[in-house]
Structures are given as C-alpha cells and as structure tokens.
RNA sequence: GCACUCAUAGCUCAGCUGGAUAGAGCAACGGUUUGCGGUACCGUAGGUCAGGGGUUCGAAUCCCUUUGAGUGUACCA
C-alpha cells in the first residue's frame, strides 16, 4: 500500500478546497505516536511564502480533511504541524484484503524501466575474498528489489578476466599441466602465488608469461584455450560462493572485460574525433575540468585501461541493452573514478542525457580493531571460508533448539549462518565503513536476521498449534493491532524507498520496526488462550500471518531464508 | 599539495530532500511467566549529535571554518 501518496492526495484536496496551492505535498511518518501515525509538516513553510500565520493555514486546512475513510483524526499541534491518525476500520479492511495477496500488498512501479545492476565483479585471477561480499550481496538485493517492484533488471557480472597476470597463469597452467581441473585450481590463492614465484624465478618463464599476453589478446588459438580453460575453473569457484550465498548471478550474467576488447579502439576513435582526448606524455587522456590529473584513456605503449573498458561498458549498456538506470555497485574507494568516467560518457554522447548513471558505492568491512579485515597474518580472508565458518557458528548457537533431524539442522544452520553474514552486512547504511562481529551478527538480540528468523518460527508455530484452516477477517482490537496494522502496510512505501535510495538497510530498519512491534502484540495480547473469543482469535492469527508473511517477503528480497523451526 | 568521505550514548549503529523532548541494540541495574517458543517483553540509567561560527520561526540534518580519522590522486583494476 503506497500510504503516503494516498495521504498526499487527500492533503492536496484539502489544500485546494482551502484554496492554498502547494508545489509539494512530503508526508512523513510521525516521529511519536502520540503524534499519530502520519503527519504532514509543510504548512509552515507555505506559511512563509504566503505570509500568513502556519497555525491559522493549519487549521484551515485539517477543516477540508476528508476523515471519512483512509484517516480517522487530524489534529494541530504546535506551530502548525499536522497528525495524521489512520481509520481502524480502513486498516482492517485492507490487510483482510492482502491476507491472500503474494505480494503481501505491495503494487507494481508506475512506470517500469529497464535497469542494469553491475555487481559482485570478481577478479578471474584470484580466490574472491571478504572484499567481495559486499558488492555481491547488495547489488543482488538491489537487483531482486528492483526486479520485485516491476523494473525490468539486466544483472551485469563485470568479471576481471583480462590484463597481463593472465599470461603468467595460463602460462603456469600450461607448466603444471592441470588443464583447468578444477581439482587442481581448488586453491587460487596459491595457485597465483606458486605462479608468481615462477615468474620472478625464471626469466625463461617470465619471458613466455609476457609472450602469452600478446598471444591471447590477439587471439591465438592454443592460448585463448588455456586462458578459457582456467577463466571456466575460476569462475566454477565463484559459483560456488553465489551458491552458499543463496546469490542470484548464473553464467548469463557474466559480461566479462575481455568482452568489451573489440569495442576499446572504436571508443578512443570516438573520444579523438570529438577532440575530449587529446595526447599528452605519450598517452591519450581526457583533461577534465577541476581535475589536476587527466583520466587515461590509451597508454603510450598502445594499451588500454579500465577507464576504456568502462566507457565500452557504459555504452554498450545504454545503446544495447538499452539501460535506462545503471547502476555500479563498487567500492566507494572507486567515487573519483566512476565520477569522471560518468562525466566523460555524458559528454561524449556514449549514454543519452536520460540515462540515470549512479556509483553504488560501499565501505570497507574492518575487525575488531577498525583495521581492514584480514587474516592473522595479514592475509586475505577468502569467503568460502567465511561462509562456512558461519554455518558451523550457526550450529552451535542453535544446538540447544527446537529437535531437528540431522539434515534440518544443516539446512537451519545454513539459513541462519549465511542470514547472519548478510544481513549484519545489509542493515549497516552501505556507505559507511563496518565492523565485523560474529557474537553480535549471531545473537538472537538486537537487530540480526536471527531474531526477525526466530519471530517468524514462533508465527509458524502459532500457526502449527492451531492446526486449522484460518478463514476470517482482521479486526484492529486496540493501539497495538493498530500500529502492527500500519507497519505491515509500511512494507511498499519501505521498498520503494530502498529502490530509490539503492539502500538495503532501509529494509532491514524496517523489518527490525516490524518484528519489534509484533513482538509487544504477541505479548498483550494472547492468540490461543481458550477464553479469547473466536473472531478475536482468528484476526489475530490473521496479523501474525501477514507479519510472517512480510518478514518473509523481506527477507527474501534480501536473499535470506526463512525456517518454519528454529 | 589538491579532492572526496566520515565524526551521534562506554561499545556497535539508526536518524540527514531542516520540524516537536535526538532513537535502537549490546554492556550495567531492576522487573514480568498457570499465555501460544523467556534466545521474549517492560523499565531505569547513559548525549555539549567532534569544536566554533552562519542561514532559519526552527539545524544532528544546509553553508563556512578548525581539529581528528580515512580514502583517492598520469600510464594496475
């Protein structure tokens, strides 16, 4: 339910009944509930503009307020703010009416686009590691998200497979004869490690390493094949981390750098003749304005770089797939560069002035000790590890549970381990730097995917305990049931908001408001007890299995399951 | 040097298109169970929103400045 435009709509009514003409109408969710459920505080400023006292204008305009429907009461208070309370008996009747709606409510964007989400990126050279989570993760729930409100999403898997440490792999690949068995890649690390030492060891091999970067770039056909080889075997791994993070990237989503290596020389063409590159030291540079440093679009030796195969992207993006939002969701390291190569792309004609480009960008995750997050030995900390190290984490913290068989306790511990790692990641405001905490991610206290997991066990047990058909409609009772009734049809003015914004958390605070809320109803007022009425019993069980309903949603979008039994 | 980001309770974080007495969780202290999963719920205490100035009827939020932390800055991605 889009609450808050319906709200506008019937503020804009009153405004012009009352004959004041507003640009604007924002509504916004009350700050207290004593202060009602909604309030509109424009009035002041429309106050200043016509030179009138707010409060008088105020009063005016709660006069025109159609309480009849949707709003039960509207109030004045202070110099002029507008409360807003909802009608119980609207709230009733329109969660009966989602009680059987998929989407628990929530409708379709008026008007759909086609959005590209560029995430996870992994760098075919190396094992992905902690640094990767984060694009991984919040790029999949924003493509989810997006693909859920109605936008029509093109995930782009932006995958490092091209740049001269290829030729000292393959090279090594070809050495150690593995053939890009997988078995024998199993450790990447070590395997671009063993690899390196070669390398600085032989000048032979070194020689070759170089040798087999012009080979494959110009296509020559024993090479191209060792590199595919190694490029399937590496990516094989990173199928495997979507895997156990219940991420949502196949191999149609892989758009790789190599793919764009025909289009890099057309691009520069391009740049010259509209005379934004010019050569400078040899190289050819775009010079943009307020920057000291030029952004190199051609290296003097007649190599490309990034900032190339990004403009390729950009317009590949925008003239193929036709794209009219794209995203990048990168490390926020990354601002300076996806700034300038946007500016260069815009001015360069490669995207339409209608396309909405944005730099998704996130922080670092730290330890303990607000230090990037490493291993003991400085190391990087390789996901699948991480990964599986919260699944056993899981495990105990949930061993004194509910009785499972073996393979319901795997499955739970899965469900709760990977929602742990990502919703910890997800409910940090994604631009800022976070500290990784396993006590904390697997607390059942707090807001954790483990406690939003165990409300929605408890719901399900309720429900399990009942054990009949609930048929009926809901009843808002009391302030409790009232303020649970507008926080589930908060769920559509949360997403869209999250949409919008690219942030995650904005769902995350939201399902913590929502389980918080349900948990005080679960505690005033009983379900099952025997002497509560049944039409009373059954809005209830009603309300609590919307609320499942909505945590369950939620938390899908976020790519974490739900368990009947925790 | 220049540019960007950040600074909110002891800790971890929300709140930032300006709105009422700045909110959560953890940790501390106290309370609630014949009621459906108590790993729950309720309460107490804890703040100069880094410092200073400005704009405004109104500033954690916008602008300037100082301090502190981080990041990026010509041929890696």
């Known amino acids: 339910m889009k609450i808050k435009s319906e709200l506008s709509k019937i503020i804009e009514k009153a405004l012009n009944s009352a004959n004041i003409k507003a640009k604007e109408i924002v509504i916004s ?43 039960s009461k509207v109030e004045v208070a202070g110099p002029g703010f507008i409360n807003i309370w909802l009608n119980n008996e609207w709230l009733a009747e329109v969660t009966t009416d989602i009680l059987d709606d998929k989407r628990v409510g929530v409708g379709f964007v008026e008007k759909p686009k086609r959005v590209v989400v560029d995430y996870s990126g992994p760098n075919m050279a190396k094992q992905m590691h902690v640094g990767h989570l984060r694009s991984t993760i919040i790029g999949d729930t924003l493509a989810t998200l997006l693909e859920f409100l109605g936008d029509e999403v093109i995930r782009q898997n932006h995958i490092g497979d091209w740049g001269t440490q290829f030729g000292m792999l393959i090279a090594y690949l070809e050495e150690q004869n593995t053939d890009g068995n997988t078995q024998e890649l199993k450790d990447l690390e070590q395997f671009y490690k063993d690899a390196k ?14 040798e087999y970067v012009v080979k494959i770039q110009s296509g020559h056909k024993h090479c191209l094949e060792l590199w595919q080889s190694f490029i399937d075997a590496s990516l094989g791994h990173c199928e495997e981390v979507y895997e156990k993070l219940n991420v949502n990237l196949t191999r149609d989503d892989v758009r790789a750098e190599s793919f764009y290596n025909e289009q890099l020389s057309k691009i520069l063409e391009s740049l010259k003749e509209k ?15 307020g920057d000291e440093n030029p952004i190199i679009v051609q290296k003097s030796d007649g190599g490309f770089l990034y900032a190339t195969t990004d403009l390729a992207a950009l317009y590949f993006r925008a003239n193929i797939l036709k794209a009219k939002r794209i995203c990048y969701v990168v490390d ?4 300076q560069h996806f700034k300038q ?28 000790g607000g230090k990037p997050f490493k291993t003991r030995d400085g190391g990087v900390i390789k996901l699948v590890d991480l990964l599986d190290e919260a699944v056993v984490r899981a495990k105990d913290a949930i061993k004194d549970r509910d009785v499972h068989s073996k393979e319901e306790l795997d499955a739970v511990a899965k469900a709760i381990g990977i929602g742990a790692v990502k919703y910890a990641d997800l409910s940090i405001s994604r631009e800022s730097n976070y500290i990784f905490n396993w006590d904390k991610m697997l607390s059942f206290e707090g807001n954790t995917s483990l406690y939003m997991q165990y409300a929605y066990a408890r719901i399900q047990s309720i429900l399990r305990k009942y054990n009949a058909e609930v048929n009926g409609k809901i009843i808002i009772g009391d302030e409790i049931e009232h303020r649970l009734a507008v926080m589930i049809l908060k769920f559509e003015d949360t997403l869209v908001k999250s949409a919008i914004e690219a942030t995650p958390h904005t769902i995350t605070s939201y399902l913590y408001d929502l389980v918080t809320v349900f948990m ?10 025997d002497d509560i009425e049944e039409e009373i019993k059954i809005s209830r069980l009603q309300l609590a299995t919307l609320t499942g309903a909505v945590i369950k949603k939620g938390l899908e979008i976020l790519g974490i399951e739900v368990v009947d039994k925790i």
């Open 341 to 368: 190569v946007f500016t260069i792309a815009k001015i360069a004609g490669l995207v339409g002035e209608d396309v909405s480009l944005e730099h998704i960008g996130f922080g670092t995750m730290m330890d303990k």
């Open 520 to 529: 005080k109803f679960y505690e005033l007022n009983p379900i099952l007890r």
């Open 29 to 71: 969710d009350a700050t207290k509930s004593e202060f009602g459920d909604y309030q509109f505080n424009g009035v002041m400023r429309l106050a200043k503009e016509l030179k009138r006292n707010p409060r008088e204008i105020a009063l005016e305009v709660v006069e025109h307020i159609d309480t009849t429907g949707m709003v």
């Open 332 to 335: 926020a390291r990354q601002a």
């Open 275 to 289: 005379n934004i590159s010019t050569t400078s030291n040899g190289a050819e540079c775009v010079f943009l304005e």
């Open 197 to 210: 030492v070669r390398f600085d060891q032989s000048e032979e091999f070194a020689n070759k390493a170089r």
